[in-house]
């Protein structure tokens, strides 16, 4: 779908080109007299590939985190063609900051050029960056809290139930960790970007855009240090979650093991009175009580043993 949107005078200053056909990228390429990058172009990861002049026409790419309802297993690449007349963005999935734009253009505020509509796409990812690390940050508390909570009281949960919870557990902070790694590679590139353009672009972007782009860089480097955090404290649930899954399993193993343990002097006695031979207590009248009480004693004393110690 391509959509072009004019400034004041009616010259076109915006060419939106969102996941295109062949024939609207020839109409874009006709127009800007740059080609169009395909999608291989865009996610190629080389800094010269994703940071270049051509033409005077500075052309940028990286990768970017779609909305999450969007269900985009990976960053998909956005392109950005920008000169002092003209901006050719090319994306192929919704974003938040394009829609900002847009309502911004609707209302004819100052972003009629072409590096003011690309400062305003940059703030507006960086504004739903900001807002999904906090979305993230808000989660990993409550996960956080559902995982340490419910193991701070020695009555706990039958293990089976536990087991299930510390599973889920485990899955939601995985996802948590793979959106972070999506959008620091989001947040990498856009401050490759607001680097690149202050630096070649400086003797036609202006002053105040020199000053939002300090600005975006600076909002930048603290979302990057905030995802730092995030992803370390990512790391540490996953030990811990981990953790408690250990001890699970060793409490398992523990009541196994005793179980096991108890059992053995029982079956001894009984399987001592069992033989095929003839015994002084086969013949007393009390010789089946006798027998009954050894068994029983021998599983009490093991229980009373482990129950001393502690162990169980």
């Known amino acids: 779908m391509l959509k072009s949107y004019l400034d004041a005078s009616g010259r076109v200053t915006w060419i939106d080109l969102f996941d295109p056909t062949a024939e609207e990228i020839e109409q874009a390429t006709a127009f800007s007299k740059v080609p169009i990058p395909t999608r291989a172009q865009l996610e190629e990861i080389e800094s ?38 003209t901006l050719v963005t090319l994306r192929y999935t919704e974003l938040h900051g394009f829609e900002d734009a847009k309502k911004q253009l609707a209302k004819g505020d100052s972003v009629q050029t072409s ?24 989660e990993l508390n409550e996960i956080s809290r559902r995982v340490f909570k419910g193991h701070d009281s020695p009555r706990r949960d039958p293990a089976g139930r536990s087991a299930r919870g510390l599973r889920q557990a485990l899955v939601d902070v995985g996802e ?36 939002r782009l300090r600005t975006a860089t600076g909002d930048l ?30 409490d ?40 009954l009480s050894l068994i029983l004693l021998s ?11 502690g162990w169980w």
């Open 221 to 250: 480097t603290s979302l990057t240090d905030f995802e730092v955090h995030l992803t370390d404290k990512v790391q540490f649930l996953l030990d811990a979650v981990l953790g408690f899954i250990n001890t699970e399993q060793n």
């Open 176 to 211: 948590r960790g793979e959106r972070l790694s999506q959008i620091r590679e989001t947040l990498l590139g856009m401050q490759r970007i607001a680097s690149f353009v202050a630096e070649k672009g400086h003797e036609w972007i202006g002053d105040d855009v020199q000053a």
């Open 115 to 138: 590096i003011g509509i690309f400062i305003a796409l940059l703030e507006g990812m960086i504004d739903f960056g900001a807002d999904i690390l906090e979305q993230i940050a808000t």
């Open 48 to 85: 010269s590939s994703r940071l270049r002049v051509e033409g005077g026409t500075l052309c940028l790419s990286m990768p970017v985190s779609a909305h999450p309802e969007q269900n985009e297993t990976a960053p998909t690449p956005i392109g950005f063609l920008l000169s002092p007349t």
């Open 252 to 291: 398992i193993f523990k009541v196994l093991t005793i179980v096991s343990v108890v059992g053995i002097p029982p079956t001894l006695v009984a399987g001592m009175y069992g033989m095929n031979f003839q015994m002084p207590e086969y013949h007393w009248h009390y010789g089946y009580a006798w027998g």
């Open 299 to 309: 599983t009490i004393l093991p229980i009373a043993w482990f129950k001393w110690r």
